[in-house]
């Protein structure tokens, strides 16, 4: 079992719609977690990041985190067609390891 | 800030030749780690540094791969005799973990092709 899962979609939505992202991990130990962007061809870009349950808000940005299920999730509101790109979902065990999905690709169409 | 940086960007070698690439963190972070990529998967851990202790190794980093970050600052990755296997988006990211701050920000990465 791989400790970060992901949907590596394509997943796709229209201009102005909502983005709705999903990651689960394996780890009842993990700690912190993130979400980064990355363009074909560039190195991840943070977007977000979220330690405790519940939800963060961040501009058009929304990261949910369920440590019960498992679960964080993240939302972009009022998609835009630069948004277009690979979400990555990352976690924190432990203060060390970083462990990463293998992404979901987002198409925003206008 | 300034950003990490890297170098090089590009790098095409021959199989079994050694290679070498350089990061330089961002100013006064104290966690640099490495990572590799390759095309449709996340980012590999390899390994960290907190200043200039090696703290963690992947158990799945081979022998030939070696890193060293002697001052605490900039670090090296070192490929020896690479494979067509390692040819791979090389990425380096630090964190300021002095101040409790768990993000890490990524350089611009080194892609490696060995032919």
């Known amino acids: 079992q791989k400790e970060v899962e992901q949907n590596s979609g394509p997943l796709s939505v229209p201009e102005g719609a909502i983005a709705s992202l999903n990651c689960t991990y394996s780890?009842?130990?993990?700690?912190?977690f993130f979400w980064y962007r990355q363009y074909s061809g560039k190195s991840p870009e943070l977007i977000m990041s979220?330690?405790?349950?519940g939800d963060k808000e961040d501009g058009r940005f929304t990261a949910q985190l369920n440590k019960a299920s498992q679960y964080v999730s993240l939302l972009i509101r009022d998609s835009q067609p630069s948004d277009s790109a690979t979400y990555l979902c990352?976690?924190?065990?432990?203060?060390?390891?970083?462990?990463f999905g293998t992404g979901t690709s987002l198409t925003v169409i206008p | 800030d300034t950003g990490v940086s890297q170098d090089p960007r590009h790098k095409i070698t021959k199989r079994g030749q050694n290679v070498t690439f350089r990061c330089d963190p961002i100013s006064e972070h104290n966690r640099l780690y490495w990572y590799r990529q390759t095309l449709g998967q996340g980012p590999e851990f390899l390994t960290y540094f907190q200043n200039e202790a090696q703290l963690e190794k992947s158990r799945l980093l081979s022998d030939r791969f070696s890193a060293e970050r002697p001052k605490g600052s900039f670090s090296t990755l070192e490929i020896q005799r690479t494979e067509q296997g390692d040819s791979a988006m090389y990425l380096c990211a630090s964190a300021d973990r002095d101040r409790g701050r768990r993000e890490q920000f990524f350089g611009p990465g080194t892609r490696l092709t060995v032919l």
């Open positions: 979220i330690y405790s349950n």
């Open positions: 780890d009842r130990g993990s700690q912190s």
């Open positions: 990352a976690v924190n065990v432990l203060g060390n390891q970083f462990y």
